[in-house]
């Protein structure tokens, strides 16, 4: 029987409601009202249209974004089993320790990585120190990849360790104890119970990393633009709000496309093992 | 008890009356803006605010009169005029360049000054009057002055360049920094190719942009503030950029060097201005007659380093940039300048969606689609895969 909701609940959850409504559900009709209007108020299609000259930026973001969340993967996956293993003294010192940069500017740090990179940088002058050539790092896509992934590696990493503190002990010792040797408990025991960490992850850092815009501009030099430089220029500079809300909308389109792909692979997995478990 | 209140509140309205008398030396009498506030909305970096032993501007002001100044930047005009269009926000000072001032006065978001206010207008130098965007003086008053040069570093520039053409030379390749905003880079180029900076032949436009695109394999990144930064460590080897920051950044590295190609350039003059929507216009034109007053215009001229279009500043002994001719070039060493004038909706449109393209092209177009097509054929693949074992699966139980 379903359950009536009292005037408290109603009361309780009115809040939440009207702020949702005015902060998120009409600010999307706006964006949805901006994309198919002309700057007269007129309805009109040319700004989506227009939007085929910027496919390959939309591809280039999309690209670098699924690049960056597989480096996040490698490196955060492992780094999350080690710490959810340590004892727990050592674990609340390594998630403060992943954690503490995070408490610093976002900006300030990928500024901070510009001087890193430079061709005169930090990191140049200690590799001529040991007689190693100065490569050319700053302006490449690589700096910029790595500066998602400096960036945004800590929602990767948090989400997996809580799923991975979670595991069940017992699963890998019956697993162990059946004749499972160490890739088959990762794969078959320890991945997929963690899975849900993943995707979660996987979430947090693929759609900053497509849309970012600041980190593009710093350490790629501005010389290749990502869609959130398109974005952010239709505001600041050409204040033409309606191709902006246009390109953002098609930009939450695609990214809720890769995320319902996602989700689907997720939920797959999800649910064989459940059924094989039982 | 309500009799002591009053007496206080009057003894405290006498010594707050006062007090500012004897520091504001003009003659009408402004004590009732004590307590107001003013929202001043400026470019970063653009007034003498303290350090190093500096004067502090505002500081001044409100001590002098009373009246809180709430202090904001912005670091573009179109960005400064996206918000006040907006209407998110009241200022009651804004600082725009020439074509943005004629913007606005042709979108009536300027007030008029009440120049009654302003007697410190008269320090104004007359060829800073009349300028093309307030032909009759009324909407703004000149703060700085500036042209766009050429800043090199000695060290890795060895020629002594005269031309806008160094920046298109492929010996200097990953050296160069370019503007990172649309109007100042299409202007470079338009002077390098002798195109009149307000052009509106849409060809004209078509071939600067050209030109930037050949110009772009060799742009080391396109920047706006940052330039310090990297003309300063020595990480580029030239820069367009405003004369008066060159002066900045010479202080922190003496190898720079300094040049007006002679193509010519853009000169622009930076004006203050009261726009529509202002809540306390009295209080924003006591602001304005003290910018324009000798002692602070001469603190100021000294932080910005830009030239200064006020009489008092340029002819007073202690201006330690008297004699700079980057600043203040004698009249036959003059370079050719032009200002920007407002451009009409479809050439701006024009020229941003240009820029767009200039950036939007990237040198790992083809990695991009080999890396896009190799995940989605490894990802379907996979699906595929799973697909069938799990059928297998289900049959085996």
Redesign the interface.
Known sequence: MKKKSTLAQKLCTSPHIVWSAIFIVVPLIMVVYYAFTDANGAFTFDNITRLGDYTTTFLRSIWYGIVATIICLIIAYPLAYIIAQSKAKVQSTMVMLVMIPMWMNFLLRTYSWMTLLEDNGVINGILEKIGLGPFHMINTSGAVILGMVYNFLPYMILPIYTVMTKLDRSLVEAAQDLGANKIRVLKDVIFPSTLSGVVSGITMVFVPSVSTFYISQKLGGGSFALIGDIIEMQFQVSNNFNFGAALSLVLMVLILICMAVMNKFGDDDESARGGMMI | MKKLISCLCALAIVFLTVAPLTAVASAKDYSHLRGTEINVYNWGEYISDGAEGTMDVNKKFEEETGIKVNYTTYD?N??M??KI?GGGANYDIIIPSDYMIQRMLEEEMLEKINFDNIPNYSNIMDEYKDLYFDPTNEYSVPYNVGMVGLIYNTKLVTETPDSWGVMWDEKYS?QILMF???RDAFGITQCYLGIDLNTSDSNDWHRAYDKLKEQ?PL?????MD?VF??ME???AAMCAYYAGDYLSMKENNPDLSFVYPKEGTNIFVDSVCIPVGCQNKEGAELYINFLLREDVALANAEYICYASPNKAVVNNDEYSLKDEEILYPAPGDMPKTQYYHNLPPEL??LM?SL???L???????TS??V??IS?TVI?VGY?VY?TIR?KR?ERMY
């Not at chain 2, 950036?359 to 177009?365: A, H, L, P, S």
């Open positions: 573009t179109e960005n005029y996206n269009k990953g990172n905003n649309p772009k742009v080391s990144s396109y920047v940052d930064n990297k460590s020595g990480e701006l449109m941003t820029w767009d393209n950036k939007i092209e990237g040198n790992d177009d991009i689609y890396g896009l995940f990802a699906a799973r799990k699966r």
